[in-house]
């Protein structure tokens, strides 16, 4: 199982973000985190944002939609080049029918859990998605300390997973930094958001390696 570490530009020096991309070049994905001061008390990129960053990316945008109506939104996230776009199952409307649609446009499809969503209804629609994303932070700001009591949703995922067969990410995100990537990993996670500890540190690229190491030595 790959170890995936997708860094949050939520972290990183707006006013400088090309020169950021470029610091996390040794990531798998550029985290992009999209609030609309609706489903989530903060605002922050738009779909403009998000097309200029993809002209000037050198790794692929993994967009994170904490937005109302996503069964709108969503697919002109895909249409403007995101290579993984993820919406809330507690905004969507039709979770499934959204997701058929981004993959339809070639992107992966992406459902999201807030630390207090049960997972148990989507456990028989794993097959639909191409990651699911346990927030171990309540969304909506970058810093906040992880919540432990979501890694039992997160070995939950990781059994269901295996028994659907399937190639489906466990992503987590939310106060990931050397230590808490451990337990998220030992719990089942393959895919790791962490935006302050990789942005604040001297060198991203060696916090980026580090975190990656961490994770592999406690693969589930």
């Known amino acids: 199982m790959d170890m ?17 991309l470029a610091r996390i070049s040794s990531a798998d994905f550029a985290h992009v985190d999209i609030m609309d001061n609706h489903f989530v008390p903060n605002l922050t990129f738009g779909l403009g944002m998000v097309e200029r960053l993809q002209q000037v990316s050198p790794i692929p945008l993994d967009v994170h939609l904490m937005i109302d109506d996503p069964d709108r939104w969503a697919p002109g996230y895909a249409e403007v ?12 409307t039709d979770a499934v029918a959204l997701a058929r649609r981004l993959r339809d446009m070639g992107a992966r499809a992406g459902i999201a859990l807030k630390p207090g969503t049960p997972v148990e209804p989507y456990l028989e629609l794993l097959q639909e998605f191409d990651q699911v994303l346990v927030m ?34 466990l992503q987590v995100d939310g106060g990931i930094n050397e230590e808490t990537i451990l337990a998220a990993a030992g719990a089942g996670a393959d895919t790791f958001v962490a935006g302050s500890s990789v942005f604040g540190a001297d060198h991203p690229a060696d916090k980026i390696a580090a975190l990656r190491a961490a994770a592999a030595s406690h693969r589930h």
């Open 136 to 169: 171990t932070v309540e969304p909506g700001f970058g810093g906040q300390s992880f919540i432990a009591e979501t890694l039992p949703k997160i070995e939950l995922l990781r059994s269901a997973i295996r028994r659907s067969g399937h190639d489906i990410w």
């Open 81 to 92: 080049g995101a290579a993984s776009v993820t919406f809330h199952a507690e905004a969507a």
């Open 4 to 20: 995936r570490l997708n860094p949050s530009i939520l972290a990183a020096d707006f006013a400088n973000l090309e020169r950021d």
